[in-house]
């Protein structure tokens, strides 16, 4: 049986998944089964932060799986200890705390019951989340993600999430009840198509969250960790902001699972002994495996490139003037490519996102959609110069080859 047979016999079909088999990666490249070469600009979705087998984080992860990769919370692990420290002075910069978590959906889960137990004392409990945010798929992160098609066919939901629509401040005050408790939003939606929060909006929101005694809650398990240009995407919308929580994953760990939270020092204690736990979370494996890449972001100035990247990025698709884009929307190598379906051909029945993805596959580039309209461009945070203009060139030619004649 091929890998393709295989998994649709074995593996449960939640997926829908491009015809291509990974079997290895070396930084922006990988290869497939048949020893064809690609350029990553998909990096495991903002994932492979380094690149791929990135030697700091091979080596991190050979020489702790060979010392201790487990031993659960009911011991003090320094591995753990010394990444939450990193976190908290070296890339949030406000005293706080950090619970260590496996995956997005479990950190957003936890600021979803840190907002819980926040709003007890007052008996509120009501979150509002955004329109087309993306915040995981258990059933808490599930509904707070503001899009029905990923609720369908799940209820009953849990109760107390209000969904407004973001950039739209007025509609959050109209929103606002005497049971809400907290905002929890991407400060750039990733999934729901790359929609940047404006500035005057995160400012409006902790303006208001102040003036209401609610919480400001960010995910930036996309955005993260120097994605955007700054090690926080909030940081790159709105320098200065200080959240009451913050969640991570994807970029954290550069390939290997890790997710994360953060809460503000002064909320601390509402999680003591016995709140909230996970086996695995903030083992000592997973914990040397995302200092190591966190610390490489900081020691090699991985911002200052992703910030020369975009920038080589946007002045090359505006030279192109091309007829079949309509923007370029994002920040940092968070970057979403905008279709103008007016110019495209592409088969009838298909996705134009999607048709387009995988005539790049066949040109030698991964990348991801983001709905229907959005081709994603996310490669590593230490692309070069070279690997954006080969993969931007390939980009070029399939959106001309796709040009109604
Ligand atoms: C991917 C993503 C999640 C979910 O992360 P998982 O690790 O898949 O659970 C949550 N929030 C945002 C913003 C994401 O992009």
């Not at 994807?250 to 290997?256: I, S, T, V, W």
């Not at 610390?295 to 505006?318: F, G, H, P, S, Y």
């Not at 370029?328 to 088969?347: Q, T």
């Not at 690997?387 to 080859?401: M, W």
Request: proline residues 5%; charged residues 20%; hydrophobic residues 40%.
């Amino acid at each position: 049986m091929t890998t393709t047979e295989k998994t649709k016999q074995y593996v449960l079909e939640t997926y829908g998944r491009f015809p291509l088999t990974v079997t290895r990666g070396e930084g922006t490249r990988v290869w497939d089964e048949l020893g064809r070469e690609y350029l990553d600009f998909c990096s495991g979705i903002a994932v492979c932060s380094l690149g791929h087998c990135h030697p700091a984080l091979t080596q991190a992860i050979a020489e702790q799986s060979a010392t201790l990769m487990h031993c659960s919370n009911l011991y003090y692990i320094k591995q753990q200890a010394d990444l939450a420290e990193l976190i908290v002075e070296k890339v949030v910069g406000h005293p706080g705390k950090i619970f260590f978590s496996n995956s997005g959906a479990e950190a957003v889960d936890g600021l979803i019951k840190f907002a819980r137990r926040f709003g007890q004392a007052t008996g509120r409990y009501d979150i509002i989340t955004f329109n087309k945010s993306f915040h995981g798929r258990t059933i808490g992160a599930m509904t707070a993600t503001a899009q029905a098609k990923i609720h369908e066919g799940f209820d009953p939901l849990p109760t107390g999430f209000t969904y407004v629509e973001p950039n739209d401040l007025d509609a959050v005050r109209a929103a606002l009840t005497d049971k809400t408790i907290a905002f929890l939003l991407e400060p750039i939606q990733g999934e729901g198509g790359v929609n940047p929060m404006t500035k005057e909006f995160l400012e409006g929101l902790a303006a208001l969250a102040q003036e209401k005694d609610l919480l400001l809650l960010l995910d930036e398990v996309q955005c993260g960790f120097g994605r955007t240009g700054d090690l926080n995407g909030y940081d790159t919308i709105a320098p200065g902001l200080v959240p009451d929580g913050i969640s991570w994953a994807k970029g954290m760990g550069g390939g290997f699972p890790i997710g994360s939270f953060y809460i503000a020092e002064k909320h601390a204690h509402l999680l003591g002994p016995g709140s909230h736990g996970s086996t695995y979370g903030g083992n000592a494996l997973a914990c040397a495996a995302s200092k190591a890449v966190i610390e490489t972001i900081i020691v090699e100035n991985l911002t200052d490139n992703v910030k020369t990247r975009e920038a080589q990025i946007r002045k090359t698709i505006e030279s192109w003037n091309h007829p079949a884009i309509t923007e370029v929307r994002g920040y940092g190598l968070l970057l979403g490519i905008a279709l103008n379906f007016d110019a495209l051909d592409v088969p009838k029945d298909s996705i134009p996102s999607i048709h387009l993805c995988t005539a790049l596959i066949e040109k030698g580039l991964l990348v991801p959609p983001a709905g229907p309209e959005i081709v994603r461009l996310l490669p590593p945070l230490n692309v070069s110069a070279d690997e954006i203009n080969q993969a931007l060139q390939l980009i070029k030619e399939a959106l001309d080859a796709h040009l109604k004649s």
